[in-house]
């Protein structure tokens, strides 16, 4: 029974398409302890892709059938004009993959299944009205009748026949109190799917954080349990640029318990963002959180081992961790810019950093002053490191840490040229966190353009800068949009994005 995977080949290859914004019967048998759904538009992947049409999908496919079924998904008896849903669960503490689509044509199906069991040890059996193949002690099964297709898979225990038809049944057989359409918020999610979308729940939160190793370290205790808290993100793939929005809807409990972990603040900064070059920039990210509740968090997550970050903190600056964070507001902005041609250095940085208490500064500058050439020039410190100019100044309460020629001269005289609210980062600055990435290396400098050449740019990195124009990221404590900007406009973006996957592939040999 080893081939018998290629039915998972299948359930992917049929990904194939629809137009209508109408939610299939389907969910409704979706149990209500499925913690986490996923919604294909499948028409639009298949044909936004060109999925037939890629190589890195159809050259290791051995089975002429499956390979059919990729190139042409209207052989496979599956309704392409709905959506299909993923969904996981538990049994008996055992995670189980459960995929579910509607059939358009069972017969064509039941064909389709039958010809890829020739050459395997498994048959159809008829069972309370459905079709079914449960090999025995294997980690997948399936089962369909006129309507539906119900495929599950566990990918850490072998289940038995007997167990997998009665999982199977069950889930046919669901009442609609015992189904996820029970919930309010996954209806709402239905009525928002776009080409792709996932829908989580935090149900079963400490059960997935204990089965995680990545946890266990951790010395971290949810405060409550998480039910009836929910998790929301949709991608759709546009011509020229990717967009995802992610929402979080907390119930009420959770939401004034909330109050410790939420850290993000309502808002960035504005001061920051006017102090900030932006007139050729290449990376710019800024956020305001609430640092006495982040401090508490890291150290709910970190235990002991913040107090050893702040003693290597006092050792390294002379001013301990505890200090620093007391004395800053939670305010941060960093941004990059290419600096004008000509320039001793390809790039100008600069970083900021709201405070409370400006004698931070001072203190941290007797430390530099031990390695470093630190003069006062008024208002700011200047800097010199290995003939490298810093300047590191106070300005509405932020702290500026630069080497931009001229700044303090900018920002204390006629202002400067132009600032991070008047670049491409103030698209993505309405909430507390923001982000922007130039991925055009074009625009760069043409010496930073020279010594990424020369250094030998990495195959990947070169790969991307073909293909992305920009990220650009906006977040807040229950929301965030993402902007993947390709550089073909006239191009879908889910193409773009498989095209760069193919061409990164083709360096690697994909191992049997």
Avoid at 414 to 424: A, D, H, I, Q, V
Wanted: proline content about 3%; charged content about 25%.
């Amino acid at each position: 029974m080893k081939k018998f995977p290629v039915l998972l080949v299948l359930l992917v290859a049929i990904v194939a398409s629809s137009c209508s914004r109408k939610v299939p019967e389907i969910v409704h048998n979706i149990p209500d302890h499925a913690f986490l759904v996923t919604s294909l538009h499948p028409k639009q992947i298949y044909d936004k892709g060109q999925i037939g049409t890629m190589d890195i999908f159809t050259k290791k496919i051995r089975n002429k059938i499956v390979l059919s079924l990729v190139k042409d998904p209207l052989q496979s008896g599956i309704d392409i004009s709905e959506y299909m849903f993923i969904f996981v669960y538990f049994i008996d503490d055992q995670p189980v993959i459960g995929t579910t689509a509607v059939i358009k044509d069972s017969d064509k199906f039941a064909s389709t299944i039958g010809n890829l069991l020739k050459d395997n040890e498994g048959q159809v059996i008829d069972h309370k009205g459905y079709s079914m193949v449960t090999p025995e002690d294997e980690e997948l099964a399936i089962a369909w009748n006129e309507k539906q297709v119900i495929f599950l898979s566990s990918p850490q225990k072998n289940f038995t026949a007997e167990e997998w038809q009665t999982e199977l049944v069950s889930l046919y057989d669901l009442s609609r109190e015992e189904a996820v359409t029970s919930i309010v918020d996954f209806n709402k999610f239905t009525g928002k799917m776009k080409d792709f979308n996932v829908w989580f729940t935090g149900d079963e939160l400490k059960k997935i954080m204990e089965k995680t190793n990545a946890f266990k370290e951790m010395q971290f205790e949810l405060p409550m349990e998480l039910y009836n808290n929910y998790g929301q993100v949709f991608v759709d793939f546009s011509d020229g640029a990717m967009y995802v929005h992610s929402e979080t809807h907390f119930s009420d409990d959770v939401t004034k318990a909330a109050e410790s972990f939420l850290v993000a603040k309502e808002s960035l900064n504005k001061d920051l963002l006017k102090l900030t070059p932006g007139n050729n920039l290449i990376l710019a990210m800024a956020f305001s959180v609430e640092l006495d509740k982040m401090v508490k968090m890291m150290k709910n997550f970190g235990g002991t081992q913040m107090d050893s970050v702040s003693g290597k903190i006092e050792k390294a600056t002379g001013v301990s961790g505890d200090v620093m964070l007391e004395a800053m507001s939670g305010d941060f902005v960093l941004a990059i810019n290419g600096s004008p041609e000509g320039a001793s250095i390809p790039v100008e940085i600069l970083i900021g950093i709201g405070l409370d208490d400006e004698t931070l500064q001072d203190k941290l500058m007797g430390t530099v002053n031990n390695m470093a050439q630190v003069e006062k020039d008024g208002d700011f410190f200047m800097i010199n490191v290995n003939g490298m100019e810093l300047y590191s100044g106070i300005v509405n309460g932020i702290w500026v840490i630069t080497n931009v020629s001229g700044y303090k001269s900018a920002v204390t005289g006629s202002g400067l040229e132009k600032t991070l609210s008047e670049s491409k980062f103030n698209d993505y600055a309405g909430g507390s966190m923001g982000m922007y990435m130039n991925l055009d290396l074009t625009t760069y400098p043409s010496s930073l353009q020279g010594m990424m050449a020369q250094g030998g740019m990495p195959g990947m990195l070169e790969l991307v800068a073909e293909s992305m124009s920009y990220i650009g990221i906006e977040g807040s404590n229950y929301e965030n949009d993402i902007t993947v900007k390709t550089s073909k406009e006239k191009e879908n973006s889910l193409y773009t994005l498989l095209q760069l996957m193919e061409k990164a592939a083709e360096g690697k040999a994909w191992s049997e």
